[in-house]
Each structure stands twice: as C-alpha cells, then as structure tokens.
C-alpha cells in the first residue's frame, strides 16, 4: 500500500504549490488529514488542526516524515475564536493562507421531524457560519496578492439528501449556494473557490459507521464495510488519498478555470445527472 501511495504522487504533475502556505482546517485525520498530506508533498507550507493534542502531533510527525514543511495547533473550528487562532498562527509562522481548504465534522443525524429550531442554528453556525468567517478571514490576503484557492469539503448529500441528516442536508447546500455566489465575486482577484462531495470512504468515522452497523446486524465489521462499499459502482470505498489528490489539483495553478463547482468524489455512488 505504501508503494502505490507513492507512486500515485511521483506520477502526478507539477502543481506549482512550491512555497505556498495552506492552512487545512479540521486535518489531523481522514479526508482532511489526506488533503495536508497531498499539499505538503507538492511542496506547500501547511498548518494542520484538530482538537486532539496526541492526534494532532501524529499528523505532524507522519507529514514531517514524509514531505517537509509542516505546523501546527488544536483548534475547534466550530470556535470562531479557535479559527482566529489558527489564522494567526499561520501567519507568524508562514504568512496568510494562499489557499484555504475548510473541512469541519458534521451534524448529528436522525429523523428529520426530531430536530427544531435550536439544532438547525446549531447546525447552521458550525457547518455554515465558520465556513463564512473563514472565508472571510482568507480573501484579504489572496486578493491583494491576486491568487488564491478556497476549498470546502462538504458531502454528496448536497446532490442527494440523505433521509436522516436533514441537518447535514440543509447547512451544506447553503455553503454551496455562498460558495457559488462568493465565486463570482472574487474571479477578477485571481481567487478560485469550490467544494468537494465526498460520499463513502476509508475514514474512521465510516469504521466507526460500519461498527455499529456490524453490532446491530452480528456481523463483523469487514462485513459490514463490504455492506457500505456494495452500491458503490466501483466496488470499493475512496480512499483519502485519492481525495488529497483531487484536492490537489483544484488549489494548483492548473485549475485556475474551475470555480464555483461542487465536485463529486464517490466512485460514482449518487444516482444525480447534474
């Protein structure tokens, strides 16, 4: 495994992400962690965060290891003082973010009539809100230097809801309808901004999915892995380099011409034509 993630990176093209600062939010593991690692070994200076201090500093070791530049802190990025923090710290220690890649986890799920007023604002300040003042907090910078990207990580539940995370639903459409307006606005500046949809992959939170299906169903948890993985048209799950380098390429040089898009990463799960 260790050679083909190698090889998958020695193959690709120049991004011309040498000595670009990335600052990666929510990145010490899964999807997240698997775009920081895909900037770094590009070349690019990268600030990392989570809210776990000994997960957090394995990320830092696995990324030093591997490629190079690399900093760090925790940060709960549903904390807009945390986001402060975090923005700041890539400063003093590289500059402002050139690119800006905003991940965060996701809502609670459930039946959609259990949830009122107080979970959609909940739901709203950490899945939409951050992702504005991040935003925000990051067009300064790129567009008085004329380049910058912005990715958000979103979910395929914004091409095809998903029956029990009408919080997830609602709250990532509206980031991808700002995304899409805020696009338009900034493409003069040389500014990029897009999302991905991730729909199933190798992450711990689907192990953690795939456990508690096992317990529910008495299987084992390959089984049920095997379960999530079966109307997948590939056959299998993602994995988070496959997505790293996806990310990759939306934040290089290459994609200057690609903004405002919501792109899917599913091995083709959603059944939607647009």
Same mark, same amino acid.
């Given at each position: 495994?260790?050679?083909?993630?190698?090889? /998958?990176?020695?193959?690709?093209? +120049?991004?011309? /992400?040498?000595? $670009?600062?990335?600052?990666?939010?929510?990145?010490?593991?899964?999807?997240?962690?698997?775009?920081?690692?895909?900037?770094?070994?590009?070349?690019?200076?990268?600030?990392?965060?989570?809210?776990?201090?000994?997960?957090?500093?394995?990320?830092?070791?696995?990324?030093?290891?591997?490629?190079?530049?690399?900093?760090?802190?925790?940060?709960?990025?549903?904390?807009?003082?945390?986001?402060?923090?975090?923005?700041?710290?890539?400063?003093?220690?590289?500059?402002?973010?050139?690119?800006?890649?905003?991940?965060?986890?996701?809502?609670?799920?459930? +039946?959609?009539?259990?949830?009122?007023?107080?979970?959609?604002?909940?739901?709203?300040?950490?899945?939409?809100?951050?992702?504005?003042?991040?935003?925000?907090?990051?067009?300064?910078?790129?567009? $008085?230097?004329?380049?910058?990207?912005? /990715?958000?990580?979103?979910?395929?539940?914004?091409?095809?809801?998903?029956?029990?995370?009408? /919080?997830?639903?609602?709250?990532?459409?509206?980031?991808?309808?700002?995304? $899409?307006?805020?696009?338009?606005?900034?493409?003069?500046?040389?500014?990029?901004?897009?999302?991905?949809?991730?729909?199933?992959?190798?992450?711990?939170?689907?192990?953690?999915?795939?456990?508690?299906?096992?317990?529910?169903?008495?299987?084992?948890?390959?089984?049920?892995?095997?379960?999530?993985?079966? +109307?997948?048209?590939?056959?299998?799950?993602?994995?988070?380099?496959?997505?790293?380098?996806?990310?990759?390429?939306?934040?290089?040089?290459?994609?200057?011409?690609?903004?405002?898009?919501?792109?899917?990463?599913?091995?083709?799960?959603?059944?939607?034509?647009?």
């Amino acid at each position: 495994m260790a050679s083909s993630k190698r090889d /998958l990176y020695q193959n690709i093209m +120049d991004l011309g /992400l040498k000595h $670009k600062t990335a600052l990666v939010l929510a990145s010490t593991k899964g999807l997240g962690f698997g775009v920081a690692k895909a900037l770094s070994r590009e070349g690019a200076n990268v600030v990392i965060c989570g809210r776990d201090e000994a997960q957090l500093q394995s990320a830092l070791k696995t990324i030093e290891s591997e490629s190079g530049m690399v900093s760090g802190l925790p940060c709960d990025v549903s904390q807009l003082s945390c986001l402060d923090a975090v923005f700041s710290h890539c400063e003093s220690t590289f500059k402002p973010p050139d690119i800006l890649v905003y991940n965060n986890g996701g809502p609670p799920s459930g +039946d959609p009539a259990s949830f009122g007023p107080e979970d959609f604002n909940d739901a709203f300040h950490k899945g939409f809100h951050t992702a504005v003042y991040s935003i925000r907090k990051a067009l300064p910078h790129m567009q $008085k230097s004329g380049w910058g990207r912005i /990715l958000c990580i979103t979910s395929i539940s914004v091409k095809q809801p998903i029956d029990d995370l009408i /919080l997830s639903n609602t709250t990532r459409t509206a980031l991808t309808s700002y995304i $899409k307006t805020m696009s338009r606005q900034v493409a003069k500046d040389g500014i990029t901004i897009n999302s991905m949809l991730p729909g199933p992959h190798d992450t711990d939170r689907l192990r953690s999915l795939a456990a508690s299906i096992a317990d529910q169903n008495k299987i084992t948890e390959d089984q049920a892995m095997k379960r999530l993985a079966a +109307d997948i048209p590939v056959g299998r799950l993602g994995s988070t380099e496959e997505f790293g380098a996806v990310a990759a390429f939306l934040c290089s040089k290459h994609a200057s011409y690609i903004s405002g898009q919501a792109i899917v990463h599913d091995g083709g799960a959603i059944r939607s034509t647009f």
